[in-house]
């Protein structure tokens, strides 16, 4: 029996952006994957691995909450580095709420303060997630939400283990009852709106991230060429990874190609897991100087390119 057919009135929907604000390495994505119960976004140890807003949906009783996982800010050098930092203020000042991650083992350093500073000038309900409370005693946990409190105000403060998924059904309660009243912008099933050829690029990069994380750092980028279902279900994938100069080629590759074997093997195990179906995955390696500077690079990562 539906609530029409019983004469109830259904009960009224509500949904809203909720972006994720915070320095480097703080459990932004894991937050996210916690969230939404899936693998939406990259998660490294390496800083500065969220490159575009890619978006985690949840829904929670009536509420379709739609989480802007921005890319760690901190202070940017390259034309890259202002590319994500840029987007990631212009998600926070778009979205209907957004909840401010502050490490608990870090505290507020000169990274944390200035991104409080800056977040002060965001007209949105603030909410204040304390996360890896289970790195840091309960005394300085409650001197550092004091402490972030006093510097603005916080509509609600949580103190998370998002690794562990301790205080998230919490906040994904909360979440739920803060964003404004509206009908769902995605369908129920939905859980990002990151195309999977984007989605299959961020995960090599991830697996490149894990494998190279000493020799490589961030003068890389994944793009998916060909994406073909074919007729036995399995799906072929193509991909171009993209280096700047040729001793990192050498390296992505390395020696007797084993290096990609392994990045391309540990990729196609997780594509297979999401995808639930085969999956044949063709790594390229190509040397593509200064594309940090090319403004289709960009484009493909959903960032706008700086002029300067």
């Not at 050098?77 to 212009?90: E, G």
């Not at 977040?119 to 300085?140: F, G, M, P, T, Y």
């Not at 205080?167 to 964003?179: C, Q």
């Not at 700047?244 to 084993?258: H, M, P, T, Y």
């Amino acid at each position: 029996m539906t609530a029409e057919t019983s004469g109830e009135t259904p009960p009224a929907t509500r949904c809203g952006f909720v972006a994720l604000i915070g320095a480097p390495n703080v459990g932004k994505s894991t937050l996210v994957n916690a969230l939404v119960g899936a693998k939406v976004t990259i998660v490294s140890r390496k800083v500065q691995t969220t490159r575009a807003l890619i978006r985690g949906i949840v829904i929670e009783n009536n509420a379709q909450i739609i989480l802007v996982d921005t890319p760690g800010i901190f202070l940017p050098k390259r034309r890259l580095d202002r590319a994500m930092v840029s987007t990631a203020w212009s998600g926070a000042h778009d979205a209907d709420l957004v909840c401010v991650l502050l490490d608990a083992k870090t505290g507020i350093d000169e990274e944390a303060e200035a991104i409080l500073t800056k977040a002060a000038s965001v007209n949105h309900d603030k909410i204040l997630v304390i996360n890896k409370v289970d790195l840091v005693q309960r005394e300085k946990l409650l001197a550092l939400a004091q402490a972030a409190n006093e510097r603005m105000k916080f509509a609600r403060t949580f103190m998370i283990s998002a690794i562990s998924g301790d205080g998230v059904d919490d906040i994904r309660k909360t979440l739920a009852e803060m964003v404004p009243p509206g009908p769902y912008l995605y369908p129920e099933d939905q859980m990002s709106d990151a195309p999977m050829r984007q989605l299959a690029a961020e995960i090599t990069r991830e697996k490149i991230y894990r494998k190279l994380h000493q020799e490589l750092p961030y003068q890389s980028t994944v793009e998916t060429d060909k994406w073909e279902e074919r007729k036995d279900k399995s799906v072929r994938i193509e991909q171009t990874i993209f280096v700047e100069r040729e001793s990192q080629r050498k390296i992505v590759l390395g020696k007797g190609g084993a290096t990609i074997k392994s990045i391309g093997a540990d990729s196609r195990k997780e594509l297979m897991q999401i995808l639930d179906v085969p999956v044949h995955l063709f790594l390229f390696v190509k040397v593509r100087e200064n594309w940090g500077d090319d403004p289709d690079r960009y484009r493909e990562m959903g960032l706008d390119f700086p002029k300067e």
